[in-house]
């Protein structure tokens, strides 16, 4: 059974960037796809992008949200089972609640999720 | 890509039976069957109810269930419950690994 912790600093001004963790407890974590989403106050559900980690290979592909792929970079540390999310330049538009969510290899729905991360941005 | 719509909200008493909507395109939710609805409770994380238009994850009521017809999908809750009360999302794959797009949300209200 799978399980998603995740943490991060909650308070940011405009310009710095947004930086969050999540652990992956159980499971495999090479083959999963790592996804983070997030929900603005009182909005729907806005997918941000995703990795993931070919077994047996090097290769750790990633795919962003083309609206935010700019200022969007999501890393693994498969050592530690631990994927992260940066948002460079933040504003206040990026004031959301942030998931992260596990898509598993072939499939194409989003479970389980972490308990979410509020940021706010505010000067 | 432009997300997928839904009601803004919908009600019913308990014991009826509600369906909740989601409209998309050909390009996502009548192009795949990979359309899937979330739970959310106010303050928590969605939880997945309905996976591949109408699969049941192991631990999910079988008053939950979904269908598609051409770009409209639906879950529909039947038995409605007062813990059924939350926020209803669908989401569905677009076509490509950068296009996965959300509904806006559904508020459903057991009176």
């Not at chain 1, 796809?33 to 997030?38: A, E, K, P, Q």
């Not at chain 2, 432009?2 to 996502?28: E, F, H, K, M, Y």
């Not at chain 2, 269908?67 to 669908?90: F, M, P, R, V």
Request: with cysteine.
């Amino acid at each position: 059974q799978v399980q998603l912790q995740q943490w991060g600093a909650g308070l940011l001004k405009p310009s710095e960037t947004l930086s969050l963790t999540c652990a992956v407890y159980g499971g495999s974590f090479s083959g999963d796809y790592w996804n983070w989403i997030r929900q603005p106050p009182g909005k729907g559900l806005e997918w941000i992008g995703e990795i993931n980690h070919v077994p047996d290979t090097n290769n750790i592909p990633s795919n962003y949200n083309p609206s935010l792929k700019s200022r969007v970079t999501i890393a693994v540390d498969m050592s530690m089972k631990h994927f992260s999310l940066k948002l460079s330049s933040v504003t206040a538009a990026d004031t959301a609640v942030y998931y992260c969510a596990r898509r598993g290899r072939g499939d194409h729905w989003f479970d389980p999720w972490g308990q979410g991360t509020p940021v706010t941005v505010s000067s | 890509q432009s997300a997928l719509t839904q009601p803004r909200s919908v009600s019913g008493s308990p014991g009826q039976s509600v369906t909740i909507s989601c409209t998309g395109t050909s390009s996502d939710v009548g192009g795949y069957n990979f359309v899937s609805w979330y739970q959310q409770y106010p303050g928590k994380a969605p939880k997945l109810m309905i996976f591949d238009v109408s699969q049941r994850p192991s631990g999910v009521p079988d008053r939950f269930s979904g269908s598609k017809s051409g770009n409209t999908a639906s879950l529909t809750i039947s038995g409605l419950q007062a813990e059924d009360e939350a926020d209803y999302y669908c989401y569905s794959y677009a076509g490509s690994y950068t296009s996965r797009v959300f509904g806006g949300g559904t508020k459903l209200t057991v009176l």
